[in-house]
């Protein structure tokens, strides 16, 4: 670890009154692999097989069926974290101890069920044993449970902050008032972003949004045609997330062409956003098509020419 | 207890970042009974008095009424470990201490009920106190509880692993969006090892996968014709436990013929499962026969003609 | 495992009224190694680092300063099981896990100060975790301290068992009136291994007593010639522990010549010891010597010429 | 973080069976740095303040007094981490977050008393709070209060452990049967580099030894000539810590001219010891001389040219 | 167990406002054996391998080695209750469950030692799960530890009278200004039950106390001649027990003849003592033997002829 560099001084500048074992968690990931230094993120996620099930996962790239093939993905593309579920982590975090920054995704749902929840399923302490600079939940803002989940990721993100543990949220507003169209507006996206702030997420992952404002009470602040591209609704997001205070990450979604994520990125990058979450664009491709993606990602978010 | 063997040891790598206490129990259940030191299981599980009722459970062979009974079938039987609930482990635990690696099912369901849960019965210090090896959970994933035993396993699982029990999941999808036929579907029983493994499982039980694929999204997965095999599935199910580092037991369902059970094992065999959960077919037969059925069922483990 | 042999259900039947997983763990240890079923132990503690610092124990066979020797030691003569200190069972539980009992050696002192007492240096959770089958405790009978001791052994075997570990208590009495021919003496070694057994001992290591009778109150006990030999005397501190119903282990002492300490050896045998408890005959050789000597000893326990 | 070195893969092997969080934390602290990477350590330890109060620590360089002084000279020299008390660290911990790994020096004397005992001023929790990786604790084995110093270390390395923390534990022997000389001799300081071991220290600082041995029942160990120069002594206390597969390190004592310590320093590394741990040698120079001497000690442990 | 006696009821009401547990316990003991329903007890200790070794105590009469000897030898005595240490409760509970009351007793010491204390050696925990219906502590008044005996006693008192044991107080003055003619004063005895009523105790054992009055301002409370008798002196500790609203229970002392053991207890029946503690004249003696004395005994405290 070297000298912090000006860009992560700053960014843990936001952080101020977060205890010191926070933030240093925060500077490992900043600092860490080919982002490091650079104040932008680039994490793999991997919990899609809890939540659609390992054949939609794996089949299309069946290494990946191995837990210790996402942690070496993460580790050779030269990522700033690793982010799974307890048992994905649990099977890994001795192997590759100290390779990359962990990231315990603590509550869970699954496609086989019909109520719009998820499960805690591990602890602040489960992330202390193996290791982790963060723990993560998933909240879905709208939902019937939302209130719960709130709770839930309330009570762990205390125990986390406590124990010197940074918080991420995935901000999912879903249920409710919101049929799909909504669950990607771009009001509702950014209200995802703010309550995760407000519940005290340290970074936030959102779904890039649509320029569909769903909200009727919530079209008058969005003056049509200011939101076109999707670089400005990515800076309205940012913004919304304590006018860009919090480490916003953007997702991938489902897998797509290489020409398609990339121009996504940029805009991203363009926008502000704080950098990318890529899961199924990065373990349902070839391994070596994968390293190359997440390579031009990271220049992307490093402002090299992507 | 003599040295490992190698397929023990590879085993055990499969657990790396395990706490010691937990490979220790892992090497007793896999170096007991005949199937010793092959790195494959054959266990007696006696749960079906709570599942189904007494009379249905054992009026076909009477003596199966005394919980010895049982013990004394999976003893002489020469089998890797007796599973059961709390009262019916307690009744032997005592007499046969020492005889048998026992474990410990925690929570049970019975058919009386409508609703799709779990009672934990039991804990981990029950387990401690019971000599036990390990402790177990069924999941229902899919049911509209099914959060809440996620987070009930996961609360026993982890002071489980903090005293160096191994654990069991039963992973037993239902409920939600799952019609009967969907229960045993391929892509939901993979689905359901999947599941149970994230969420901390040692050793997962399932039941053999038909080739119906439930999922519409998961059928691009499933190339026609690719799983017709019994033994194709298997594989795959193990697949879908991180690639084969979890050990995937396959349970024998409700009583049937010799011959339907050994041709089940020897697909089972063939597609590398890591062995057999039999209930119904060891203890609803008469003694001699079940002895007779379950030595049949090592020899195809060891890789003797069965 | 196999069944168990009439020589350890006898065994286990003196601990009537434990738990079951207590009985268990006894059985693992009367089970295991080359003395395994015959009712006898023979174990190897190391904790000799502890009390009399590395150079005094361990400079006269260098590779002993690696903790992994004893293991493999242990191991390769087909001991009943293996006791040391938390740090030097930490360093190669894991590595060796399943392969021999462990004996976690809760409390310890040395000889740099001037204090009679001990620290607890480890506790039951540390033994669960580490896989172990027991726990082990000094006591000084007779030192100022002796109470405390007792406390602590009290207090650390209540959780022990409640947990389903055996206890092992080493009783050494010293301090109070004792001089140091006393703490030796035949009827001062017979009350420390009763107040073991009161304290809730299952397995008591003690030294072989001398023929010297210390307590003037005691002498009529001992008629003048009744205990001349070892075998005699080994006898009367058997039938001390509960009449014989407590597992009775006789350590080695410095270390000497093969012949002295085999011929010491049968006469434990001979008066009913319940085995030997061999460290620095064991550690302090060469390895083959120490094998070869090892291999005598169990020998004699197994009733063959040693 | 770059990819783990052969050196610090082959050390945490050491590490066998620890949890994969306190891995990651001394995988921290091995790569951090310019000793990163290498497998030695130096390191920065400032608690001389509670040990022998400010003017007699830093009147001779004024801007000591400051503790932002200290997090400033550690990170500027590279070092592998900084030690403090709780005190001390919480005052730099915010500022500096991310910058240097910490050691939260858990337990402190000062020169006031008469009692050779330690306050425990420190908890896990604060360590975590802080964003340390790791916790350190004195013992003063010989002392009367020794086995209260024990149960402490006990508690608290048992609570890091869980939390991921790696334990670094200081040996000075002291009291009860040793008078000054004692202290250092190299049967003791041996002595003391095993109890630590034994006691589960990851990390063990102890002071050079002299040739002295001072228990009687020990020369026979040390023939003569043997121990003549430091780089066989520190062999042999490297020898005495699980046969080197425990890092110790070597405190420098008090401040001396540069080339005292250079040549203490060579004699370290070229005797295989862990690294070095250099207080007053460092603060107590002005800062630029400080720098400079850091500079030739890192640079001898890394193998180059002092 | 019949409708209680009048006796017994009669008892019970002087244990107004304790809990009923404690009440039902007190008419287990009070109603068991051949004394059940006199409101007499005869009680049997064997905790003289605790104070006085093992060979001092059994070596006389050595089936009293076995802790099963005296479960049966107070069972088929038809006594009241049997009271011993904790391993040697352990070592019959099981066995003979149910058979007789068991009084567990929770503090001992030993002669080897110098301090004039008792360790704690068991717990209420251990009393319930051995199916005791009492606890037993002993106090040594006058000693410079008795202080903190009366602060366990106190503490173990009240969680056994929590849980519904009866509380059974050994008052042994000794110590502090106390000489060896002193510890069986009148004033001395009476004034040790005294202290064990006032501490909570429900029945207390002391020794027949001589004609002696040890404190100079005592000496006018007992007028010359008026205590000569035994049977007058027993009066006095009686009546010093809360006025007779205590049971009090006489110790036989060390082993003598029968004659003298029956005239003391014609005298202590005189006296109106609650019953006798029979220990080393019963155990010491051959099996036969005791059971002869101890039928006598009984039959005196059942007011027929001796």
Redo the contacts between chains.
């Keep these: 670890?070297a000298?912090?560099t000006e860009a992560?001084r700053e960014t843990?500048g936001w952080y101020d009154g977060e205890?010191?074992?926070?933030?240093?968690?925060?500077?490992?990931i900043?600092?860490?692999?080919r982002p490091g230094g650079s104040g932008r993120l680039v994490i793999l996620p991997v919990d899609q097989?809890?939540e659609?099930?390992?054949?939609?996962s794996f089949?299309?790239n069946?290494?990946a069926?191995?837990?210790r093939?996402h942690f070496e993905l993460a580790?050779d593309a030269g990522l700033s974290a690793f982010a799974a579920?307890?048992?994905?982590l649990?099977?890994?975090?001795?192997?590759y101890?100290?390779?990359?920054p962990?990231i315990l995704k603590a509550n869970?749902?699954?496609?086989?069920?019909?109520?719009k929840?998820?499960?805690?399923?591990?602890?602040v302490?489960?992330a202390?044993?193996?290791?982790?600079a963060a723990i993560g939940y998933t909240i879905y803002p709208g939902s019937d449970r939302q209130y719960d989940m709130f709770e839930e990721v309330r009570a762990g993100a205390a125990e986390a902050k406590?124990?010197?543990l940074a918080v991420v949220v995935w901000a999912y507003p879903r249920g409710g008032q919101l049929d799909a169209r909504a669950e990607t507006a771009l009001d509702v996206v950014a209200y995802g972003a703010h309550l995760a702030a407000l519940l005290g997420a340290h970074i936030i992952k959102v779904k890039p949004p649509t320029a569909y404002v769903a909200e009727p009470e919530a079209k008058t602040a969005y003056p049509a045609g200011a939101y076109d591209k999707l670089q400005d609704r990515v800076a309205h997001v940012v913004q919304s997330a304590f006018n860009g205070r919090r480490i916003v990450l953007f997702s991938g979604g489902p897998a797509r062409s290489d020409d398609d994520v990339i121009e996504e990125v940029r805009q991203i990058h363009a926008g502000g956003g704080g950098g990318s979450i890529v899961g199924r664009n990065a373990f349902q491709r070839p391994r070596d098509d994968a390293l190359r993606l997440l390579e031009r990602i990271i220049d992307i978010h490093l402002g090299k020419a992507g």
Excluded: Q, W
């Design positions: 670890m000298h912090l992560v843990l205890r010191p074992g926070v933030k240093a968690n925060l500077a490992r900043l600092m860490h692999g097989g809890f659609h099930g390992p054949a939609r089949a299309v069946p290494p069926y191995d837990p093939y580790i579920p307890l048992g994905l649990t099977a890994g975090a001795d192997r101890a100290g390779e990359i962990l869970n749902a699954n496609s086989l069920g019909t109520v929840d998820e499960a805690v399923t591990a602890t302490r489960d202390l044993e193996l290791g982790c406590a124990r010197g």
